[in-house]
């Protein structure tokens, strides 16, 4: 089977997760301090803050705003719904802005029709190692005087306008699951602008609401730490970044090689503004010319070859059904359409050609 992803190692995993395990610091530790360090001295931000996965990290941005009930918050109609989740969770309303059709990536237009007196946030998506056209996003939300956590789960290391993805934003936050760009297996990342109040806040609300003093409770927190033997894969990793993004580049350039002038297939676009490291190749399907998108699926898995369907769009998800949205006609589009083929980074140009050929195969005749 060609899995759709799976994380590469490159050696120093092993002998820094040994290390970690011989200094007994499995839980904090050395490590965590310096893969915050190695990920603030990438992202050229002040503070990182490691977290447990990327959800939790948007879950302690949200208290560490102290966003409560009754507060808006606008969230895209299309990609990981991680933002909308922790805003149920926390009776918060998410509020969904519709998405490009070829970047996949909501706009300042489609942000700027959601607006009210109560958005308290706007979370924008990157999806796909796409970033989205940041300038008049910033712009709007800083005339409106309102937040913007850049959601850089899926595009760390994709730059727009030559600047690193995540350092627009007010805040940004990451995830190191299994199938991103680097990994901790589970693990995420904060980073923010908001000043050390705001990052002692989060630190703290990471790990039980305590500040200086051993059980002295400031806030009801969570046990949001990542521990040291995750954190010493992720320094491993991020030795091996340079590649990891050169193997990436790789991968994206030949499938868009092949699949790039085929009937009935549209790929993801990304402007020219923007040098995306990939997160996975998707591309939406015209069935009239291939089969239905769940149909390919299907078919491709029983050729080994594993790909995913694109997100659900809240409009058909019924945890959303009280919440607004029949505007999200791309969004809605999109989770129907769309399909993500096999990505990492040691998949080789041979398999490429091999899921190409699968691919084409399926056309209608
Ligand atoms: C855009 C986006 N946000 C948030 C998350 C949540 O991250 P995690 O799985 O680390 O909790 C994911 C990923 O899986 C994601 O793709």
Redesign the pocket.
């Known amino acids: 089977m060609i899995p759709w992803a799976r994380p590469d190692f490159y050696g120093l995993e092993e002998k820094y997760v040994k290390q970690a395990l011989k200094s007994t610091w499995i839980s904090d530790g050395q490590y965590i301090k310096d893969f915050e360090k190695k990920f603030s001295r990438y992202l050229n931000s002040k503070q990182s803050v490691a977290v ?7 879950h302690l941005v949200f208290l560490s705003m102290g966003l409560k009930k009754g507060d808006e918050i606008i969230v895209p109609g299309f ?5 909308a989740n922790i805003a149920l969770q926390m009776n918060i309303k998410p509020v969904f802005a519709d998405v490009d059709p070829d970047t996949y990536c909501v706009t300042a237009e489609s942000i700027k029709k959601q607006i009210t007196k109560k958005t308290k946030l706007v979370v924008v ?3 796909y190692g796409n970033v989205c056209n940041l300038t008049p996003i910033v712009k709007l939300l800083k005339r409106k005087k309102i937040i913007l956590l850049e ?4 595009s760390f290391g994709s730059t727009y306008k030559k600047k690193q993805s995540g350092t627009f934003g007010d805040i940004a ?1 990451f ?3 299994a ?2 760009t680097i990994t901790t297996g ?3 990342m904060i980073i923010t602008k908001m000043g050390n109040n705001f990052i002692n806040k989060i630190r703290s609300l990471r790990s039980h609401g305590v500040i200086k003093k051993r059980y002295y409770h400031v806030y009801p927190g969570h046990n949001f730490r990542l521990t040291n033997i995750q954190a010493a894969i992720g320094c491993a990793q991020l030795k091996k970044f340079a590649k990891i993004k050169r193997e990436r580049k790789r991968i994206y350039n030949y499938y868009k090689k092949l699949f790039k002038d085929i009937k009935g297939i549209k790929i993801q676009k990304f402007e020219s503004s923007i040098s995306p490291v990939v ?1 996975t190749f998707a591309l939406s399907i015209n069935e009239k010319i291939f089969p239905k998108r769940d149909k390919i699926i299907n078919l491709l898995k029983k050729k080994k070859i594993e790909t995913r369907n694109g997100f659900y769009s809240p409009c058909r998800l019924p945890i959303y059904n009280k919440y607004k949205t029949s505007h999200l006609k791309n969004s809605n589009k999109l989770s129907r359409k769309v399909i993500c083929l096999p990505f990492y980074a040691s998949l080789k140009d041979i398999e490429i050609k091999h899921i190409f050929k699968e691919f084409i195969k399926l056309k209608k005749n």
Request: with cysteine; hydrophobic share 30%.
């Open positions: 447990s996965n990327g959800t939790c990290a948007i990609g990981y719904m991680a933002a998506t990157h999806t959601d850089t789960a899926e936050t995830s190191f699951q199938t991103k589970e693990g995420g997160w």
